[in-house]
């Protein structure tokens, strides 16, 4: 293609617009539009919270009559299907725009290479691929879960100067200050839910909500890995429940089975570990998540878990056990935590699980235990290391991973100072 660098600088600008609505267009991708005239843009669009309408529609409603023979930068291939909008393309080709530039192709069978067709066959010169690693970036929760079928997955962590994410029993102690903590709850508000392991959700009692001024309407869904259904009706997550979805992920009955069914490592430093994590049985359907433009909370599934005699625990004990179990959803449902069953250390159930309820991308945000799961199966596509100056010394929880760890398959994007604190950021190619 024949790009200028002026083209680059118009797309970087397309990319940006795209990245407002990141986390609120689910299950659309947050794109960015920028029409161009004369060198000078005319118009400017992003997917509008709740997914429509698209970002060509926007950006050519401001251009007006300037949009004839102007140039459209776009950061998704323009929709050639008649969804709950018509076809950008159909838009683009009636504005009279004379040239469209495209950093990524739509993997929407409704649309992948169809779009770029009409606009060719209508006369308009189309490019693609223009700035396309930083616009697959910025589209990576949706190309993840359109090309993989899972969410994309982020892992944070918070690393104190010796290498700990926390002390034993003493809950949630301040390793990084004011500024990250900020930033992360900016990350939380661009994604679509966030996970913990029930190790934390107990130690540290977090609410897992953003509580930044402005931003407080964007809490992702909450979900907790708990096969006991050990939530405490009186943390705040539960006593939450009702403002924003709360999912406990339990598993459905008293089997030794789980404990013994461990996925493979594929990170030959790290040894497999007991996670805290069951996981979904997938579901066969999906659901139309995008009625509400916002991601659903997963309903339950129950999975196929082996029966007690399949595992030698003696039956009374068992149903004892089990009643157990029933009551404490009873109680979590009275609350309005959701609680779903499922299989155990299997995040490859779990995330196609969460991705046909329309979720796009998750936050992994604790603890070890769990991190060290989705590491361990590979589905970490996003790791940010923030490193505190302090020290934890004695009962430190170890990271997970350190710096000096990161597989090889991930790039470091760079390495920046946030207050005192410091941020390596490394992400696999989406
Ligand atoms: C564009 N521009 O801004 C976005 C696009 O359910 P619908 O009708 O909104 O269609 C969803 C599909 O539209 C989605 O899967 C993707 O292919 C495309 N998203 N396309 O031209 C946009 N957000
Ligand atoms: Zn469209």
């Known amino acids: 293609m024949s790009a200028s660098p002026d083209d680059a600088q118009f797309m970087q600008e397309a990319i940006r617009l795209g990245l407002l609505h990141l986390g609120q267009t689910s299950t659309n991708p947050s794109v960015g539009c920028v029409i161009v005239r004369d060198g000078k843009i005319v118009g400017r669009g992003t997917t509008a919270v709740g997914g429509r309408p698209h970002a060509e529609p926007q950006a050519l409603a401001e251009a007006g009559e300037l949009a004839h023979g102007a140039t459209a930068y776009v950061t998704l291939e323009p929709c050639s299907h008649h969804g709950k909008t018509p076809p950008c393309a159909d838009a683009l080709i009636a504005s009279g725009v004379s040239r469209v530039v495209i950093s990524v192709t739509d993997p929407d069978e409704r649309v992948s290479g169809r779009g770029i067709a009409m606009l060719r066959d209508a006369g308009i010169t189309v490019e693609t691929g223009l700035l396309e690693e930083e616009g697959r970036q910025s589209l990576a929760a949706y190309l993840t879960r359109q090309t993989k079928n899972r969410p994309y997955v982020i892992l944070k962590l918070a690393v104190s100067e010796d290498g700990m994410i926390g002390r034993v029993g003493e809950g ?13 709850q900016q990350l939380r508000a661009e994604t679509d839910a966030i996970l ?46 009702r403002q924003v979805p709360v999912i406990v992920v339990g598993r459905e009955e008293v089997s030794e089975a789980w404990e013994q069914d461990l996925p493979p490592s594929v990170l030959p430093d790290i040894s497999p570990t007991r996670g805290e994590i069951d996981s979904l049985s997938a579901s066969p359907e999906t659901i139309d998540v995008e009625a509400s433009g916002h991601p659903q909370p997963i309903s339950p599934l129950v999975g196929e878990m082996p029966g007690r005699a399949e595992v030698g625990i003696p039956t009374a004990e068992a149903d004892a056990s089990n009643n157990q179990l029933d009551s404490r959803r009873k109680a979590l449902e009275a ?27 998750l936050l992994v945000e604790g603890g070890a235990k769990t ?53 390596d950021e490394y992400e696999r190619e989406v």
């Open 172 to 184: 949630q102690i301040a390793i990084t200050g004011p500024a990250a903590r900020a930033e992360v």
């Open 196 to 241: 913990v392991g029930i190790g934390t959700a107990v130690a540290d009692d977090p609410e897992l909500t953003v509580r930044i001024q402005g931003l407080e309407g964007r809490s992702p869904v909450r979900i907790v890995l708990d096969p006991l259904l050990e939530l405490p009706l009186t943390s705040k997550l539960v006593r939450t429940a």
């Open 335 to 361: 609350s309005g935590v959701e609680v779903v069953y499922c299989h155990p250390y299997h995040p490859e159930q779990l995330l196609p699980a969460l991705a046909s309820r329309g979720i796009s991308s």
């Open 371 to 423: 991190a060290r799961l989705f590491l361990e199966a590979g589905y970490v596509d996003r790791i940010l290391l923030y490193q505190g100056p302090g020290m934890i010394g004695e009962g430190g929880i170890e990271t997970p991973i350190r710096k000096t760890d990161i597989p090889s398959d991930f790039k470091h994007v760079g390495t920046r100072r946030v207050g005192d604190d410091s941020l």
